[in-house]
């Protein structure tokens, strides 16, 4: 079966809250526009960061997340199936700023 990698931009929003050392673990609602598309969907995923490492589920935790924090960056891979076609889902997005307290 052919792979596809899907490229997105997307906008999330953190459902809980953010720590000083701006570690992304958590549960995140996102909210993705597609690359080259006028399509728009949501969904929610887990998170838990270690160091640069970024793991998790999405979909009910039928979606697993490999990725990586970098810097003011997010980037997560999730190996999908659909209607007998199986395909990589990139995801790029600016990781939240944390206020000074």
Same mark, same amino acid.
């Given at each position: 079966?052919?792979?596809?990698? +899907?490229?997105?931009?997307?906008?999330? #929003? +953190? +459902?809980?809250? &953010? *720590?000083? &050392?701006?570690?992304?673990?958590?549960?995140?609602?996102?909210?993705? @526009?597609? *690359?080259?598309?006028? #399509?728009?969907?949501?969904?929610?995923?887990?998170?838990?960061?270690?160091?640069?490492? +970024?793991?998790? *589920?999405? &979909?009910?935790?039928?979606? #697993?997340?490999?990725?990586?924090?970098?810097? #003011?960056?997010?980037?997560?891979?999730?190996?999908?199936? @659909?209607?007998? @076609?199986?395909?990589?889902?990139?995801?790029?997005? &600016?990781?939240?700023?944390?206020?000074?307290?």
């Amino acid at each position: 079966m052919a792979r596809v990698a +899907l490229v997105v931009a997307l906008v999330i #929003t +953190l +459902l809980g809250v &953010a *720590s000083a &050392a701006a570690d992304v673990s958590g549960v995140w609602n996102l909210d993705m @526009q597609w *690359s080259g598309r006028e #399509t728009h969907s949501t969904g929610v995923c887990t998170f838990k960061q270690e160091g640069r490492t +970024l793991t998790g *589920s999405c &979909a009910d935790g039928h979606s #697993t997340i490999a990725g990586e924090v970098n810097d #003011t960056k997010l980037t997560w891979r999730i190996d999908v199936e @659909q209607e007998g @076609q199986r395909g990589r889902m990139t995801f790029l997005s &600016a990781a939240p700023r944390v206020a000074s307290r």
